[in-house]
T-cell receptor, first 110, second 118 residues
Framework: GQQVMQIPQYQHVQEGEDFTTYCNSSTTLSNIQWYKQRPGGHPVFLIQLVKSGEVKKQKRLTFQFGEAKKNSSLHITATQTTDVGTYFCAGNTGGFKTIFGAGTRLFVKA | GAVVSQHPSWVICKSGTSVKIECRSLDFQATTMFWYRQFPKQSLMLMATSNEGSKATYEQGVEKDKFLINHASLTLSTLTVTSAHPEDSSFYIC??????????????FGPGTRLTVL
């Protein structure tokens, strides 16, 4: 079945350092979303990417969708302690079903 | 953004009892809602897709007689965990999609319900 792999599982950074998490799908995706979940909270929608090669930015966050629409990345520039949480990618193949990656837990040390 | 509520936020029950969890889209209509299960420090596992006015679509491995889903209106879906056992203890999260322009959409999650079965 469809799988969405996400790496790394954990990332410890010093405040101010950059952070990147990667997602790879076993099948071509129609779109991919990114979510952030704070400890004890629920996932919060960050963005959706639809087009091949698409790049979107939200302040210090940069999201990319691969040319083949099978991989995606989230890059955070100059991390802050408020960036702490788990970042999930979630892929959709065109139907209703959205498959989540395992998530990357980001720890930021002040 | 749109708001999805869940009730209760947490519940503790005895083994063998049934628990109902409600998911409501407060400011939009959702013909489709989703139920997820999340174990501590793990990802979200899609359990089922809840369709208004029709039967839910369950993912492989999810017992439909165990996890009863009812989507009676465009703003309400319920998940009933029947004859709950300790292994059913988990964080249950619902979500709903809000269509945007040009076929785009956003997915909003409820705050989750933490179920503990003793």
């Amino acid at each position: 079945g469809q799988q969405v792999m996400q790496i790394p599982q954990y990332q410890h950074v010093q405040e101010g350092e950059d952070f990147t998490t990667y997602c790879n799908s076993s099948t071509t995706l129609s779109n991919i979303q990114w979510y952030k979940q704070r400890p004890g909270g629920h996932p919060v929608f960050l963005i959706q990417l639809v087009k091949s090669g698409e790049v979107k930015k939200q302040k210090r966050l940069t999201f990319q969708f691969g040319e083949a629409k099978k991989n995606s990345s989230l890059h955070i520039t100059a991390t802050q302690t408020t960036d702490v949480g788990t970042y999930f990618c979630a892929g959709n193949t065109g139907g209703f079903k959205t498959i989540f990656g395992a998530g990357t837990r980001l720890f930021v040390k002040a | 953004g749109a708001v999805v509520s869940q009730h209760p936020s947490w519940v503790i029950c005895k083994s063998g009892t049934s628990v109902k969890i409600e998911c409501r889209s407060l400011d939009f209509q959702a013909t489709t809602m989703f139920w997820y299960r999340q174990f501590p420090k793990q990802s979200l596992m899609l359990m089922a897709t809840s369709n208004e006015g029709s039967k839910a679509t369950y993912e492989q491995g999810v017992e439909k007689d165990k996890f009863l889903i009812n989507h009676a209106s465009l703003t309400l879906s319920t998940l009933t965990v029947t004859s709950a056992h300790p292994e059913d203890s988990s964080f249950y999260i619902c979500s709903a999609r809000l269509p945007r322009l040009a076929g785009d959409w956003e997915q909003f999650f409820g705050p989750g319900t933490r179920l503990t079965v003793l």
